[in-house]
């Protein structure tokens, strides 16, 4: 009768221990999956913000040159139509550079 009984008790000790590895093997496939939509999204966002930081970078460059305090910029910069025409120019770059962006999104 023992003999029986302890053969009972390993075959749903086996049971449990086979059910237990599928749940483990469950839970590690669905945690990769979660990883990897992370990581997607992630590399999304991290596209994103890339992008526009090289889409603002003209006009960026112009702010840091015309923010300094230097009295010895050439003298073509003291010109409000080239200054306004080098605005434009980067303006027009930038909006280049988010229509081309707003492209390669579809």
Known sequence: FLK??????????MQIWN????YWETASALHGTNNTLLSYK?????????A????FLPVNLIAF??????????PLFHE???????MAGAMLITALFLVVL?????
């Open 4 to 13: 029986v009984y302890a053969q009972e008790i390993v075959s749903t000790n």
């Open 80 to 86: 409000i139509r080239v200054i306004l025409s080098m």
């Open 42 to 50: 992630l590399n999304k966002v991290i596209y994103i913000l890339t």
């Open 102 to 106: 707003m492209k390669g999104k579809r």
């Open 19 to 22: 059910t237990l590895e599928n």
């Open 65 to 74: 040159i015309f923010g300094m305090n230097a009295a010895n910029f050439p």
């Open 52 to 55: 526009f930081s090289v889409c």
